[in-house]
Structure formats: structure tokens, C-alpha cells
């Protein structure tokens, strides 16, 4: 119920008039463009975070981004009559055949909480008690026993363990998007293009990885 000025569902209200107001009663031109359809070229597959909204971070406009959000940024691999699977892998299938995408990103960030919980699982600790967010963020398991195997020797920092998963949890990810024929076709035309990238919430930089060696760079700024 909204009897409250200050309710935050109210301000976001606000934010819908204000949008109103600048794209339909200002200058219309795209969103009457984009009332006749949408024609975005990248797909971006992100965390359900509420600080990394990929079209903020991109400076994206509308039409631009096809985005499929989902805890943790998790893409589950194919594994047939899997349907739960099925969330993120129906919007990147009509975003891949029927949209016509040029490019699939996979994005990471800090501060990661599904990732968290993949890593405390990992550590031996009781899975997160939820019904359905325990076994999703399940998928991040791998991730996060290669990235703790790596460092038997314990000589990084949680913070350190963390940006790790979460990199190479991006990395599996779009290997898994390749274990779908469909966009492996596409992938070895040259028609689609797969990349990861992962954003540090504390400095504001967003980092890309490198397709062969699985390393993540900051983009200068
Ligand atoms: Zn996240």
C-alpha cells in the first residue's frame, strides 16, 4: 500500500513520471522508434544485485540491452529436461535466434552475496537456507573449489578468494553457454561473440576478461 510520500515505492513512482517526462513528452523519437520494435545487439546476463544494473553501468538507453538478471549471474549448463535451466536460457534463446544478438555477456561483480554463499557451501558450511536459492547458487560450486584448491596454502585474503569466484564463476558460466549447440553454431560462424566481464562496486571499474586466458583486466578509465 502506498499512504506514504517518502514510501520507496513511491519515489520509484516519481522516477516513472520523470521518465515519462523526458522520453514521451520531450522528444519522442526513440521510444516511438522502439514502440515499432526492439533491435538490441548484446545480450547481458547480470546478478539480481540492486548496485549493478547493467544499463547504468553500461550508459545504456532503452533498446539498447536485452538483460537477463538471475542471483549470481548464473548460467546453468545443458543438460536435457533440466527446466530449471529454463529461466535464463529462455530469454538467451530468443534473445540468440529471434533477436539476432551479436554478443552474449556474462556479468560479474563484488561483493557478490549468491557467490558468498556458493563459497561458504564450498567451505563446508550448511547451504544458505532457502528453499530455491541454495540449490541454485549450487552451479557456482565448481567455481568456488577450484578457485579455494588453487590457494591450498591459504595466502589470499577473503577479499581476494571472493574476487577470484567470483571471476572464474563468470568463466564458467559462459563456457556453459557454449555447451548449447545452438549458440556454439553461432559462436564458430563468427554471428556471435561471447564475452565476461566483472564490476567493482568499490572503485566504480568494470573489468573484462580475456576470452583464452580467463584473466580479468580493469578497462582504463
Ligand atoms: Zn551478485
Known sequence: MINDHTDSYFVLLRGARRFHEAEYQGDRTLMARLSQGQEPDVLIIACSDSRVDPALIFGARPGDIFVVRVVANLVPPRRPGDATAYAVMAAVEYGVKALGVSHLVVCGHSHCGGI???????????????????????????????????????????????????????????????????????????????HGCWFDIDTGKLWTADADTAVFRPLPV
Do not use: H
Open 116 to 194: 558468498t554463499a556458493a563459497m561458504d557451501t564450498a567451505r563446508g558450511q550448511e547451504p544458505p537456507p532457502f528453499e530455491c536459492l541454495g540449490p541454485w547458487v549450487e552451479l557456482a560450486d565448481g567455481a568456488c573449489r577450484e578457485v579455494l584448491a588453487e590457494d591450498s596454502e591459504g595466502e589470499r585474503t577473503d577479499a581476494e578468494t571472493a574476487t577470484a569466484a567470483e571471476q572464474r564463476s563468470v568463466f564458467k558460466s559462459v563456457a556453459n553457454l557454449r555447451s548449447y549447440a545452438w549458440i556454439q553454431e553461432r559462436v564458430e560462424s563468427g554471428d556471435l561473440t561471447l
